[in-house]
């Protein structure tokens, strides 16, 4: 029933600008932590931003400065602005939330996107 649904990846000159959104839809009773990860080939799954629902952003280093997560709670929705891109942030990209049902509110539970790809290449 709940399900994470990426948009906006695709194809970006190096120096290029991207925004990925996700929107979580379903039984949610409540969104903890949002975030997002990529995984390049021959790599592993790495975090590349993370967001509490403070507000509360947390970045790996090699995007520091040129990424932005943000979220709206209203819409159970997080997005990631990049700019700047480099030849590196090549990779799929993965939206996921810690979040409760109302089947089992009690519970957290963690959801991941389908994946969005992210090529960027001149």
């Known amino acids: 029933q709940v399900q994470l649904v990426e948009s906006g990846g695709g194809l970006v000159q190096p120096g290029g600008s991207l925004r990925l959104s996700c929107a979580a839809s379903g039984s949610i009773s409540r969104i903890y932590g949002m975030g997002w990860y990529r995984q390049a080939p021959g790599l592993q799954r790495e975090l590349v931003a993370s967001?509490?629902?403070?507000?509360?952003?947390n970045y790996a280093d090699s995007v520091k400065g040129r990424f932005t997560i943000s979220r709206d709670n209203a819409k159970n929705t997080v997005s990631l602005q990049m700019d700047n891109l480099k030849p590196e942030d090549t990779g799929v990209y993965y939206c996921d939330a810690e979040l409760s049902t109302f089947t089992n509110p009690l519970i957290r539970v963690r959801y991941w996107g389908q994946g969005t790809q992210v090529t960027v290449s001149s």
């Open positions: 967001i509490a629902t403070s507000g509360s952003t």
